[in-house]
């Protein structure tokens, strides 16, 4: 790969950030498209593809975000002989299913493309959705939602991500942030639309609506979604996906997205039974979740559009040092409505980034011809993080008995390595001088 300049300088007044080979700029590509000129970086088609993005993140990235509304409802209402630790394994199981299907679902479309995979997806996650709404025991809930949602949002998430990179070059990360800005929005509505309905006709009903909703964005995201790439099926290798962790900069950022993982849903799982424990009114409470994914959805396409100017590393290690901040300054002396509301704005806008920004890390360290195989190797290590992040959090909340202060100190301090983690890829790549990357 021949590039006319050091991809790390800073770019000038009339100088793009660098833009991957024209062939394939995209996330997941195993082998080279069969296409002459570089990503078009706007135009009808990339940007349908986009709000096809949209709606996938909606109903996967934005379903996941959920976590906290149905921990609440679990705890108080439809499992309380369960400890939160315990419940809090149905939402780690979901998300580590989610994210650990990464390498099947990128080896899949590079093979194949989008199409059948978006497919499947899309019947599992209204399946999910529909099938909670009868479910009345734990392992009920471990199958519909654990199971059937997690393996189904995957496969959305990441073929939707997939086909965005593949439209866009330089502004990679300004489109996969406008994408993301969706599973924030879905983070603020459907919180909304379970508590709302639950409390007038029952959780079976708010369920319900929840699935058509979804049925109606996954049918447009099926009718628009679409590839660049022509698509060559090639035979698996395993070791492919642990190569990458041999190179310095890969291991320090995968190390970096695991301790995040182990973090990053904290905030929005514990943040309205911490301010119901703390005298905050429910009418209140109920909406901080709502609160910190709408901040969010500011938040991640401000990030995409930042890091395509001042560097991708840079702009995640100061958002990720900021979460960490957030959490550990402002998160743990909360005690009062408005101050969970001033932590719930601030770590939503900061904690978003991380969605909107980690596609496009992986992308500027790899070969493009072997993005799948390596995205899939970061994020497979992200949902392990996820797995085991929130069942600590709970099992930190017991030993507090009942409090929250052992739990915002580990989510912190995770936040806080993940930032060092981020610096550590970035030194082993351009040292500590001030540079684009």
Known sequence: MSVSRDPTAPPSTTEKPPVEPPQTAGIVADQPAQTSTEAPDGGLTAWSVVLAGWCAMFTSVGWNNTAGVFQTIYQTSLLPSYSPSAIGWIISLQSFLMFVSAPVTGKLFDSYGPRWIMAAGSVLQVLGVMMMSVSTRYWHFVLAQSVCTGIGGGAIFFSAS????????????????????????????????VNHIYDRVGFSWALRAVGFVFLGLLLLTNALLKSRLTHVAKKPHPMDFVEPLQ???????????????????????????????????????????SMLNASSVVGRVVAGWVADRAGRFNTMIITTFLSSLF?????????????????????????????????????????????????????????????IGTPIAGALIQEDRGGYLYMQIFAGLAMFVSGCLFVGSRHVQVGFAWKWI
Request: glycine share 10%; net charge positive; proline share 4%.
């Open 327 to 387: 959490v550990l300054a402002a998160w743990i002396p909360a005690d009062a409505a408005a101050s969970f509301i001033v932590f719930a704005v601030l770590v939503g806008f900061t904690s978003g980034a991380y969605v909107a920004l980690t596609s496009s890390l992986v992308a500027q360290i790899s070969d493009i011809k072997k993005i799948g195989t390596r995205n899939g190797t970061n994020w497979f290590m992200y949902g392990i993080g996820a797995l």
């Open 247 to 289: 190179e310095p900069p890969f291991l320090f950022l995968t190390a970096a997205c695991f301790f995040f993982a182990l973090a990053v849903y904290q905030p929005g799982t514990f943040i309205t039974l911490n301010a119901r424990r703390d005298g905050v009114r429910s009418s209140i409470a109920d909406y901080l979740l």
């Open 162 to 193: 997939n086909c965005i990179a593949t439209w866009f070059g330089r502004h990679r990360a300004l489109a996969l942030g406008v994408s993301s800005a969706g599973s924030a929005v879905g983070g603020v509505v459907i919180p909304i639309m």
